[in-house]
């Protein structure tokens, strides 16, 4: 057996309670977001909680901060979808941005991330704290864009999961980097089921726009 596999192997045989809590809720989250289901916000709220000091155990600041913000964001995400459309009982439309968006944001976040790592390199001894912040950053703003349903969070979110899940293992939480291994088949799940229904709204749209030109 490889070295790899028997670390690997040891870490999840040493998994607390609590992060086996934190991950079966976590997962729960993904999925109820996926389906556009409010209740995601709850397992978010009390998921994010216990990572926040798990973290912070392991000198993962931005990380710890990060979940902390995340459970004022299960707060404000179930309000912005509970206030639904323009009409009360319709489900809150999936919006899409534009490149020239993205394109801009994302370089600005990183060096933002790197910005951050400097003033806090001082504070913390931690070999992964640049990939921390950045993960932090990319994070904040990749949550607001699913609070305000955003398809292109999705695409974010992959990026996000597949750094997460490297650092989580470096660090000795083998068991939450599986989880975000998951994440990146939910992040490709939750694309197609926003996808689908993105493209149904601009479909009725022009199909309302057809007979209002009709009329």
Known sequence: MSDFTSNFLSQIAATSPLEWVAVLLA????????????????????????????????????????????????????????????????????????LWIHVTIVPSLLIGAWLLTQAAASQFNSDYLLLDACINVLSVVTTF??????LQNWVYWFFINLASAYLYLQVGYALSACLFLGYVGFSLFGYYQWLLQWKGQNERERHTASLTETT
């Open 145 to 150: 864009m699913v609070a305000h349903k955003v």
């Open 27 to 98: 997962i729960g989250y993904v999925l109820l977001a996926a389906k556009q289901n409010s209740w995601c916000w709850l397992g978010a709220f009390v998921s994010t909680a216990i990572y926040t000091w798990l973290f912070w155990q392991v000198t993962l600041p931005f990380q710890s901060a990060l979940n902390f913000f995340y459970m004022i964001m299960a707060g404000y995400g179930y309000y912005q979808w509970s206030k639904g459309g323009t009409d009360s009982s319709e489900t809150k439309p999936v919006r899409s941005w534009p």
